[in-house]
């Protein structure tokens, strides 16, 4: 069965800094993965998919994650956050042919001013 | 116009009580499902329906009872709360076939508090 570690529970980084963070699964089989967006008190949104084709993935808000099978991994990246970007993320991956969608215990991206 | 709405957004309700989340969608998507997120913000998926048919049923109390009267809609009926059923709760949806299947859109969440 597949299975999603987001390594970092935290990540504080200063407004206008780079970001990384850090998704790795496990499965047999081939795997779409996905990155979830939660501002506070709100739903979760789609950040960006990657389903086959070019790993390097773009999404909404400046964000790109990179799908490096080799190191079973889909880090998440942006370049420069913004205030904005306060919230919990979520890496999760489903197997092919499979309905269901397991997803990482999330990392709180934290900006600090 | 809302994709995936949730009705209600707070449900505050005392141990014992049954009561319902309604969960509908307008994106015409064939799969719809409920997830649970508890405090530490873990989420772990309940059920998934696709045209109104059981698809997923993880390993839930039977107190849960998901209902679909059509594919826009599935509400989850909950009898005799327990302190533990305090959570979020997550409706999604899907559209059917190939690799669109896996990409979900979901609900603003439902807040449960049970006393």
């Known amino acids: 069965a597949q299975s999603v570690t987001q390594l970092d529970s935290q990540v504080p980084v200063f407004e206008e800094a780079p970001v990384e963070l850090r998704c790795n699964y496990s499965?047999?089989?081939?795997?779409?993965l996905f990155w979830y967006v939660q501002y506070p008190n709100q739903g979760l949104q789609l950040l960006l998919k990657?389903?086959?084709?070019?790993?390097l993935v773009k999404g909404i808000n400046g964000f790109e994650a990179e799908f490096n099978k080799s190191q079973t991994s889909f880090h998440l990246r942006k370049p420069s956050v913004h205030i904005s970007d306060t919230a919990e993320y979520f890496c999760?991956?489903?197997?092919?042919?499979?309905?269901?969608?397991?997803f990482g215990k999330g990392t709180r991206l934290h900006i600090l001013p | 116009d809302t994709a995936v709405s949730q009705t209600p957004k707070y449900l505050v309700t005392q141990m014992g009580n049954d009561k319902s989340i309604k969960c509908e969608q307008n994106?015409?998507?064939?799969?719809m499902y409920w997830y649970k997120q508890d405090s530490k913000k873990f989420l772990k998926i309940m059920f998934s329906?696709?045209?109104?048919?059981?698809?997923i049923n993880e390993t839930v109390p039977n107190r849960f009872s998901p209902k679909s009267p059509d594919k826009a809609h599935l509400n989850l009926h909950i009898n005799s709360l327990e302190l533990g059923d305090s959570a979020v709760y997550f409706c999604?949806?899907?559209?059917?076939?190939?690799?669109?299947?896996?990409?979900?859109?979901f609900g603003p969440g439902t807040r449960l508090l049970v006393l």
């Open positions: 994106l015409g998507h064939d799969t």
């Open positions: 999760a991956v489903s197997e092919l042919g499979d309905d269901k969608i397991i």
């Open positions: 990657y389903l086959s084709g070019s790993t």
């Open positions: 499965s047999s089989v081939s795997v779409y």
């Open positions: 999604a949806s899907s559209p059917g076939g190939g690799a669109t299947v896996v990409t979900q859109y």
């Open positions: 329906y696709n045209n109104k048919e059981l698809i």
